[in-house]
T-cell receptor
Framework: NAGVTQTPKFRVLKTGQSMTLLCAQDMNHEYMYWYRQDPGMGLRLIHYSVGEGTTAKGEVPDGYNVSRLKKQNFLLGLESAAPSQTSVYFC????????????FGPGTRLTVT | AQSVTQLDSQVPVFEEAPVELRCNYSSSVSVYLFWYVQYPNQGLQLLLKYLSGSTLVESINGFEAEFNKSQTSFHLRKPSVHISDTAEYFCAVNVGAGTASKLTFGTGTRLQVTL
């Protein structure tokens, strides 16, 4: 099993450009999450999904959109990138039932200039 | 809302010395507690977890953490660290059930092990 994979690993955008980050998991997990990691701030939840076709806002959702058309995939979109969105983005997934531990992807390092 | 506090942003330690990474949480209800480790340029990996039962939990690489309900703490310890333990460590708490359950992370502690 590949676990949780993220595409791409690195990306540089200019302000105002758009892009989509792809997260895929092969563990048949129901729940999926997108986080951003910034120095000194830990991980902050952007959006999450509790099932195919459903999404919800997390702690820092502004400037991002998500879609979960298939159970195994969770997409994070930036419609108009801003320098404040320079960060490392992590996707995670877990089973619907406990014990609630999340499995993380390797991350995408995004720089917006 | 629950929060997680990791008081030390960085902990330098010599190899073979003991180490304790502190974690406190705020919650008035039952919680599940986790420690994750992040090696450089990698994602987070689960190190250990407390769900219920024995308050002392152990990982396969010698770390242990003790759940202390009265002090709302879940400190991580290792009696003798190795160079390969150099990483960032995150404490996390899960509160709630079903679709409402989410993890809240602390800001992380960078453990730097030197010779």
């Amino acid at each position: 099993n590949a676990g949780v994979t993220q595409t791409p690993k690195f990306r540089v955008l200019k302000t105002g450009q758009s892009m989509t980050l792809l997260c895929a998991q092969d563990m048949n997990h129901e729940y999926m999450y997108w986080y951003r990691q910034d120095p000194g701030m830990g991980l902050r939840l952007i959006h999450y999904s509790v099932g195919e076709g459903t999404t919800a806002k997390g702690e820092v959702p502004d400037g991002y959109n998500v879609s979960r058309l298939k159970k195994q995939n969770f997409l994070l979109g930036l419609e108009s990138a801003a320098p404040s969105q320079t960060s490392v983005y992590f996707c995670a997934s877990r089973y619907r039932q406990g014990p609630y531990e999340q499995y993380f992807g390797p991350g995408t390092r995004l720089t917006v200039t | 809302a629950q929060s997680v506090t990791q008081l030390d942003s960085q902990v330098p330690v010599f190899e073979e010395a003991p180490v304790e990474l502190r974690c406190n949480y705020s919650s008035s209800v039952s919680v599940y507690l986790f420690w994750y480790v992040q090696y450089p340029n990698q994602g987070l990996q689960l190190l250990l977890k407390y769900l219920s039962g024995s308050t002392l939990v152990e990982s396969i690489n010698g770390f242990e953490a003790e759940f202390n309900k009265s002090q709302t703490s879940f400190h991580l310890r290792k009696p003798s660290v190795h160079i390969s333990d150099t990483a960032e460590y995150f404490c996390a708490v899960n509160v709630g059930a079903g679709t409402a359950s989410k993890l809240t992370f602390g800001t992380g502690t960078r453990l730097q092990v030197t010779l």
